[in-house]
């Protein structure tokens, strides 16, 4: 029995040690002292629970592209703020504003996107 | 299996949960209430083995009064976690906190049967005690334990 109880506390001592970023979860993934802004093309847009997400290759500070993931709000919040599964398409060439990860990955949670038709978008709460 | 996912994620019930604007919050409510059916009568069961809670009560007629709902919330948590997962079914099934939380899920149902096939069996002569002998505190701490971890497990998916 007591091995048992060992067993199941060192599984999950070693589930807490896991991190990397996955949906469903806080701002604490993100450093929310500052936002980035950056350019870019969207490669997908995906209308999923529990958050939508795009996925776009950006240009960094540094000139280098590199494909981002864009973590957007639940379904409910976005169609509040005028969202659609068509809102954004493979190809739209965007400006994206929002939260980076702080573990440096190209993740960030999306606050605005300028959509080629000059409107912007809030994407998160 | 990672075939079967695949296809379970394309599914129409697959797809509805997962590009639906209320019904996945609405799952997620079922699920919580259903945890709390399953997990507090269970801990209320517990409880009463560690001689924590309920002294006075008779423990086969605790058990009697709250296994039902134990059995229901169970069922609320299978066909609502079933929901859940055909949404994301290749993510959840390659997600370690998944895996915790299924195999959890595992043993606290052969905990749950050993101690019926063993310490329960001879229920008769400890029915009425406050405290109860070694090994029914011993499962009513380990029940404790597994639940707490499936829970936990549960909550760490969407953060591994």
Known sequence: MSRKVGAVLVVVGLLLRVSSLWAHHGNAPFDMTHTVRMQGTVTDFQWINPHALIHADLKGENGKVANWALELGSLGMLSRFGWSRNTVKRGDRVTAEGFRAKDGSPYMCLVSIDLPNGQSMRGSP | ?160
């Open chain 2, 1 to 160: 299996m990672l075939t079967f996912c695949r296809w379970l994620e394309q599914t129409s019930v697959g797809a509805g949960v997962r590009e639906s604007l209320w019904l996945f919050p609405t799952i997620e409510t079922m699920h919580l209430l259903g945890m709390a059916a399953l997990v507090g009568t269970t801990a209320v069961f517990d409880f009463r083995l560690l001689g924590w809670a309920m002294r006075r009560e008779r423990v086969s007629e605790l058990a009697g009064r709250l296994l039902p709902w134990s059995w229901a919330g169970f069922a609320v948590q299978a066909v609502t976690g079933a929901l859940l997962f055909t949404s994301e079914a290749v993510k959840a099934y390659t997600n370690p906190a998944f895996r915790v939380k299924m195999l959890l899920i595992f043993l606290a149902g052969v905990h749950a049967l050993i101690f019926h096939w063993t310490v329960y069996r001879d229920v008769a002569t400890w029915d009425d005690s406050g405290v109860l002998p070694t090994g029914a505190k011993v499962a009513g701490f380990v029940s404790i334990l597994l639940w707490v971890g499936i829970v936990a497990a549960g909550r760490f998916i969407g953060f591994v």
